[in-house]
């Protein structure tokens, strides 16, 4: 014997509850971002995560890096670029296995560099969906 579909929301309504459907609640996720110890890269160079997932990054290597999402700080106009309304924000020099982790709560493309090694090619990007 089994209860039909109405005659149960009808009962959970009694109760004051609803049957309609809830939104999924995603996880947010920690996505990790190296830093090169050969080569002055950012490894992945790219990221796609979503809004509320955070991104870690480590310097194994033993010379300074940084993160750096501040263009005031570049030298290369549009090797750090943030979505409209976002504030600059930088790790600082970070030593070896020195982390730093951002939040990221705005959608867009966020453009950054490490300052030591920018000429170098050293920059990244990560996409917040």
């Not at 979503?50 to 993160?67: C, E, Q, R």
Request: charged share 15%; proline share 5%.
């Amino acid at each position: 014997m089994g209860i039909h579909r109405r005659t149960a929301a009808k009962m959970l309504a009694g109760f004051g509850l609803s049957v309609t459907a809830m939104p999924a609640f995603a996880q947010a996720k920690t996505v990790e971002v190296s830093m090169g110890r050969a080569k002055m890269v950012f490894l992945p160079v790219a990221v796609t995560i979503k809004v509320g997932d955070t991104v870690n990054w480590t310097n194994p290597a033993v010379v300074l890096h940084s993160v750096t999402f501040d263009p005031a700080k570049a030298t290369k106009p549009g090797n750090v670029v943030l979505p409209a309304g976002v504030a600059p924000f930088d790790s600082g020099e970070m030593a070896q296995d020195a982390t730093f982790s951002h939040t990221f709560t705005a959608k867009g493309t966020y453009k950054y560099i490490c300052t030591m090694h920018e000429a170098m090619g050293m920059v990244g990007t990560v996409t917040v969906t």
